[in-house]
Nanobody, 120 residues
Framework: QVQLVESGGGLVQPGGSLRLSCAAS????????MGWYRQAPGEERDLVAA???????NYADSVKGRFTISFDNAKNTVYLQMNSLKPEDTAVYYC??????????????WGQGTQVTVSS
């Protein structure tokens, strides 16, 4: 099973930027879905940004124009660039990848979560 390791969270002031990384433990041969979710205390886990098969990008309305999702195939890493951060972006962020590894085994993996706190 492909494992995902997240990094890049932290404390940032409103208006600041962070880049989250989600590194896969094995080569992602193909994917159907790569996404970033977030979950604030007492809230549901919501989809923030996604890349679907064929490279289509999707964003939640609340982050459009501020967040950018990308995938570096050479590094097997999914990124979430977050700019113009707001206090309401504070949450634990999770990455999720559904695809196949180099042995064409299907997987649906989640990262461990990384805390993002936007506060002055």
């Amino acid at each position: 099973q492909v494992q995902l390791v997240e990094s890049g969270g932290g404390l940032v002031q409103p208006g600041g930027s962070l880049r989250l990384s989600c590194a896969a433990s094995e080569k992602i041969f193909s994917y159907n879905f790569m996404g970033w979710y977030r979950q604030a205390p007492g809230e549901e886990r919501d989809l923030v940004a996604a890349i679907t098969r064929g490279g289509k990008l999707n964003y939640a309305d609340s982050v459009k124009g501020r967040f950018t999702i990308s995938f570096d195939n050479a590094k097997n890493t999914v990124y979430l660039q977050m700019n113009s951060l707001k206090p309401e972006d504070t949450a634990v962020y999770y990455c999720n990848v559904r695809g196949s590894d180099s042995l064409i085994r299907n997987f649906d993996s989640w990262g461990q979560g990384t805390q993002v706190t936007v506060s002055s």
